[in-house]
């Protein structure tokens, strides 16, 4: 890029501006994340929630409502890291690294692994939350499953056969 057009572009395009419109949002989710592992989001303040369900079934039984419990609070896991790894992708796909650019996926993936780790590192130290590696585990299928996503769309759209 020549000088004249660096000096043309609007102030708000810098390359600090770029970089923060790129890795905010993934920034912003993962502290999102870490506020979620914190006693707020533990399992007995988010089984309040469920509550309404009864109204829709009245005779459900404290055994139906447990296993819905389990069910939204795993898929909850499986959601929210999946949000994440995408925005791995829209960050490093992007990124001016060129290595981040050619290897987005595995770098998107291994963020993901090592962030649902330190979560539940972080869930260990928090008195009304238990550290599960089935937690960790769960959160990095959600981050694989979107990232596998993505790469059978983005194959698709370049007109490669996904048998190659």
Do not use: C
């Amino acid at each position: 890029m020549s000088t004249a057009t660096k000096a043309s572009e609007p102030s708000y395009l810098t390359p600090s501006h770029h970089r923060l419109s790129r890795y905010g949002p993934l920034a912003v989710w993962a502290v999102l994340i870490f506020i979620g592992s914190s006693s707020a989001l533990s399992g007995s303040n988010t089984a309040v929630m469920l509550r309404p369900v009864l109204w829709l079934f009245p005779h459900a039984s404290e055994a139906t409502l447990a296993l819905v419990h389990f069910l939204v609070r795993k898929a909850g896991h499986l959601t929210e890291y999946a949000i994440l790894a995408l925005l791995a992708v829209r960050a490093f796909r992007t990124s001016a690294r060129e290595l981040l650019r050619a290897r987005w996926f595995w770098a998107s993936l291994l963020l993901v692994v090592a962030y649902s780790l330190s979560d539940e590192f972080h869930q260990s130290f928090v008195p009304s939350r238990t550290a599960s590696i089935y937690d960790s585990m769960i959160d990095s299928v959600g981050g694989l499953v979107a990232l596998v996503f993505l790469a059978i769309r983005k194959r698709g759209e370049n007109g490669q056969d996904l048998h190659d």
